[in-house]
Every structure is written in structure tokens, then in C-alpha cells.
Antibody, heavy 129, light 111 residues
């Protein structure tokens, strides 16, 4: 079964660039027509979607983070990555990668759901000098 | 400040039915399906309801979702202590080139 695993530094200095990678195991990142997502949860706050990438490298970003975010994909390594530049303490959070549910069938018809059905365990990133 | 509005807290006693609301606008809930997530501390969020009212396999039928216009609701019947968690609604927002919007989350306490 497909699993996601985030990896990267747990500590980043202010003004530097946060870099994380999500490794997909148990299946190919190129199969299934999925958008691959990054989501975070700052301490004491709610979930915040960061952005997503398709295998064609098409991307969408959270408008509030767009100027600082780059998401890329490496299908040969079965990985996708997040870069967040000019970080501040406000970027301290648990970062998750996630994949949508995909196709499902109900009452004799089939549909596509973009709900996040598969999540990595999350990785804590602290921004501090 | 979240695009989708949820009450910050909700509570109930074991066996009760509680509902959590999620209010949005025409560009998100009014145009797209709503999903609900359950989040326990120290774990990854879990998909609870997708496409307004669908339950993934393994989710008890005590959990149900509905949507009307630009609002949605999550209902939990037969409340159990293990339901104590944070609950988030989410919907795709068609504005600004499109992006996912989450509610601010509702902390459910089982008294």
C-alpha cells in the first residue's frame, strides 16, 4: 500500500529557505492522476494548505504563501519537494505531505474525490536562530 | 483568519449528538464539495467525510456530513470519548487561481 514520508531539517534559521521532501513508497508517484500536496499546522493553530503539484509539474499555491513557495517533483526518485524561502518564526509548524482519495463509486456511478485521504506522519520544523 | 468559518469549540456527553458547522462562500462551499478531517494530537489528520456526505471505509456511521448552499455540517451521533479531537472542514476555493481552504478547526470535548 502507498505510504508517504516527509524528511528534511528540523531546524531552520530565520531568513533562510526551508526544504522538505516527501517520498512515496509502495506505488508510483506518476500513476493515478493525483495532485501531490503540502499542508502545515503551526503550533496552536489550524491546518493550512501550502500548495500542490501534478506529475506534469503543474502547480497551485496558497495565495498567502505563493511568493515564497516552490513545489517540485522528481518522478525518477518517487519524490516531491517543498521549498519555502525567507522563513520567520511564523513558519514554525508540523509539515505534512498528502495525496487525494481519487476515484470512488457510489450508487452505481463513479466519481473523483480530491479529499486528502493519504497523509505522511508529519515533520516538525522550527525556525529559530 | 480562515476562509471557512467553524466554531472554535463544541462539547457533548457520551451518547449525545453534536453538530459542527462550516460556513463559506459561493467560491468554495457554494461551488465545490466539502470534506471533513479528524485530527488527534501527535497524529496525521484523518479523512472523516469526503464529497459532502461520503464515509471512507472504516469510519463509523455515527459520523455524517451534509451541505446546503454555502454551509456544511458534520454530525456525530452516539458520542464516544474517543471522538474528542479537532475537526476541520475543507473545500476547494475557485478564487485567486484556485486553492484549498480549511476551516479554523473545532475542538470537540466529550464531557
Amino acid at each position: 500500500q502507498v505510504q508517504l514520508q516527509e524528511s528534511g531539517p528540523g531546524l531552520v534559521k530565520p531568513s533562510q529557505t526551508l526544504s522538505l521532501t516527501c517520498t512515496v513508497s509502495g506505488g508510483s508517484i506518476s500513476s493515478g492522476s493525483y495532485y501531490w500536496n503540502w499542508i502545515r499546522q503551526p503550533a496552536g493553530k489550524g491546518l493550512e494548505w501550502i500548495g500542490r503539484i501534478y506529475t506534469s509539474e503543474s502547480t497551485n499555491y496558497n495565495p498567502s504563501l505563493k511568493s515564497r513557495v516552490t513545489i517540485s517533483i522528481d518522478t525518477s526518485k518517487n519524490q516531491f519537494s517543498l521549498k519555502l524561502s525567507s522563513v520567520t518564526a511564523a513558519d514554525t509548524a508540523v509539515y505534512y505531505c498528502a495525496r487525494p482519495r481519487g476515484a470512488y463509486c457510489s450508487d452505481g456511478s463513479c466519481y473523483w474525490s480530491d479529499a486528502f485521504d493519504l497523509w505522511g506522519q508529519g515533520t516538525m520544523v522550527t525556525v529559530s536562530s | 483568519q480562515s476562509v471557512l468559518t467553524q466554531p472554535p469549540s463544541a462539547s457533548g456527553t457520551p451518547g449525545q449528538r453534536v453538530t459542527i458547522s462550516c460556513s463559506g462562500s459561493s467560491s468554495n462551499i457554494g461551488s465545490n464539495t466539502v470534506h471533513w478531517y479528524q485530527h488527534l494530537p501527535g497524529t496525521a489528520p484523518k479523512l472523516l467525510i469526503y464529497s459532502n456526505n461520503q464515509r471512507p471505509s472504516g469510519v463509523p456511521d455515527r459520523f455524517s456530513g451534509s451541505k446546503s448552499g454555502t454551509s456544511a455540517s458534520l454530525a456525530i451521533s452516539g458520542l464516544q470519548s474517543e471522538d474528542e479531537a479537532d475537526y476541520y472542514c475543507a473545500a476547494w476555493d475557485d478564487s485567486l487561481n484556485g486553492h484549498w481552504a480549511f476551516g479554523g478547526g473545532t475542538k470537540l470535548t466529550v464531557l
